[in-house]
């Protein structure tokens, strides 16, 4: 609505040149619904239109320039007011003037760092957006349009299995083994458990898959533990020289990569906790940290030159006897 001519006179729009075949991913907004964004990768180029349809044909738009921003911002939910930009890009699409009928600019951020996966967490968000501004005397007229990054990993060259035992002098000794340390989010854990000395009555045993999200610095360190999975190994008394196995597909579960200090604002952790319940409820637990990674086993033509080199380096590591591929991320 127009109040003493100083409403908004125009629309903006922004369209991907590749809108038609860009592969969309899922993404968890802060209200905790899933939407579904253009997906991107750290290097790729980022081009489109922006559209500017005035409401009032033959009605001039006077503006004090046009302009499109590609931004990735980190707020932490506890200092609401400061956004912290790690990526601020902007192109000038038209000087200070006057529009006298719709016009389209065209755009293009060329091979885009994208240090970071796109993240919403309890106490924390990281996003990309693209921002149109057309700069007005009274009110800016402004549309955002929110995309999602991935980051793809190379093979971890050094993967080597867990080994730990739990014990309490006299009464348990429990070895328990997993395949591995790193896992990527479609992997499955392999592991075995062997009771060496059993002398207490234990009752039931699982494992959790423990998400820890830690935010801030110094004296204000937010901590927050999530269980994302619990897995039952076993209902019932083990005896000595019972081996049980275990095998825990990931895939189900909705994870993130590992990330460990994030532009010196936030880390997520991830850690495997094995817990014991005896008869008399008491609880024995053993954590142990594990590193999630996405895999990304074929890469975009459009993607930079850093892009493909880390899928080659994963192809290479993973497997030696075959040439890299181009295409796409094989999870999202």
Request: with cysteine; net charge negative; proline share 3%.
């Amino acid at each position: 609505m127009s109040f003493f001519g100083f409403g908004q006179s125009a629309d903006i729009d922004i369209v991907l040149n590749d809108a038609e075949t860009r592969k969309k991913a899922e993404h968890k907004t802060e209200d905790g619904r899933k939407d579904k964004y253009f997906l991107f990768y750290d290097g790729e180029t980022v081009s489109g239109k922006v559209n500017v349809t005035l409401k009032y044909p033959g009605k001039r738009l006077e503006h004090n320039g046009i302009k499109i921003e590609f931004v990735g911002q980190i707020e932490l939910y506890y200092d609401r007011g400061n956004h912290h930009e790690f990526v601020s890009l902007v192109k000038d699409l038209a000087r200070p003037g006057e529009l006298t009928q719709s016009q389209t600019f065209d755009f293009e951020f060329t091979h885009v760092e994208k240090p970071y996966e796109s993240y919403t967490g309890q106490n924390v968000k990281l996003r990309y957006f693209l921002r149109a501004t057309v700069s007005r005397r009274l009110n800016d007229i402004c549309k955002e349009l929110e995309i999602v990054v991935h980051t793809l990993s190379s093979y971890p060259e050094l993967n080597s299995s867990i080994k730990m035992e739990v014990g309490i002098e006299d009464c348990l000794h429990i070895e328990f083994e997993y395949n591995k340390s790193k896992y990527h989010l479609k992997d499955v854990i392999v592991g075995k458990i062997y009771f060496l000395l059993v002398r207490i009555k234990i009752k039931h045993m699982e494992i959790d898959i423990i998400k820890r999200e830690t935010t801030g610095t110094g004296p204000n360190v937010y901590h927050e533990n999530d269980t994302i999975a619990k897995y039952e190994i076993m209902d019932g008394a083990p005896v000595r020289g019972e081996s049980i196995p275990i095998r825990l597909f990931l895939a189900g579960y909705e994870m993130t990569p590992s990330m460990r200090d994030i532009n010196k604002k936030y880390s997520v952790r991830y850690y495997l906790n094995l817990v014991l319940i005896d008869e008399e409820e008491r609880r024995y637990f053993k954590q142990q940290e594990i590193t999630l990674w996405r895999k990304g086993d074929i890469v975009r033509k459009s993607m930079s030159h850093q892009a493909i080199m880390a899928s080659q380096r994963f192809e290479g590591s993973s497997h030696p006897e075959k040439t890299p591929t181009q295409s796409q991320e094989e999870d999202s």
